[in-house]
Antibody
């Protein structure tokens, strides 16, 4: 059974940093691109970042480029998102999501983590 | 970025009704479109990909279609567990973008 378990969210001050993680199981992690998708409270979905199965290719939305870094540890089946210079508008539930087919870029997301809430506030 | 516009923003329907939701892309995305269902406090769930292909395990009452840059999600006979918010997502031109969502409510 495919499982994605997000963690690491919390309250952080504007300008601060936070790293969220997504521990996975039930599939060959290194064969699949992974993404982070966020959802601000009461709002819609925004694709934030993606990384290829090998980790050699990455993508960032303009809204987070230069501030966020996506990475993965294939030996631990874990995905990460390092978030620096956080702003109030980064407040959201952050979901990790698995690509459906193992392609790059990841086109569709067939499994999602439960989400981890990041709140940026003073 | 490609803008995805869903309509209506919300719809009220009875159990057993047929419901359709439309998603319009600001430019062509071919068949690179998915539909997701999200229930309150839960992660989205993939229903349809490549505009009309049903994801494994999704009931056949869900279907997707395309006409040019307009895409439709249809639920043939609404069930109690279908009350949720539905999002479209284009996967043709980076960055992938989502529609604003359509909430399906009980009438």
């Amino acid at each position: 059974e495919v499982q994605l378990l997000g963690s690491g969210g919390g309250l952080v001050q504007p300008g601060g940093s936070l790293r969220v993680s997504c521990e996975t199981s039930g599939f060959t992690f290194s064969s699949y691109a992974m993404s982070w998708v966020r959802q601000a409270p009461g709002k819609g979905l925004e694709w934030v970042s993606a990384i290829s199965g090998s980790g050699g290719s990455t993508y960032y939305a303009d809204s987070v480029k230069g501030r966020f870094t996506i990475s993965r540890d294939n030996s631990k089946n874990t995905l990460y998102l390092q978030m620096n210079s956080l702003r109030a508008e980064d407040t959201a539930v952050y979901y990790c999501a698995k690509d459906r087919l193992g392609l790059w870029p990841p086109y569709y997301f067939d499994y999602w983590g439960q989400g981890t809430l990041v709140t940026v506030s003073s | 970025d490609i803008q995805m516009t869903q309509s209506p923003s919300s719809v009220s329907a009875f159990v057993g009704d047929r419901v359709t939701i439309t998603c319009r892309a600001s430019q062509g995305v071919d068949n690179w479109l998915a539909w997701y269902q999200q229930k309150p406090g839960k992660a989205p769930k993939l229903l349809i990909y490549a505009a009309s292909r049903l994801q494994g395990g999704v009931p056949s009452r869900f279907s997707g279609s395309r006409s040019g840059t307009d895409f439709t999600l249809a639920i043939s006979s609404l069930q109690p567990e279908d009350f949720a918010t539905y999002y479209c997502q284009q996967a043709n031109i980076l960055p992938w973008t989502f529609g604003q969502g359509t909430r399906v409510e009980i009438k």
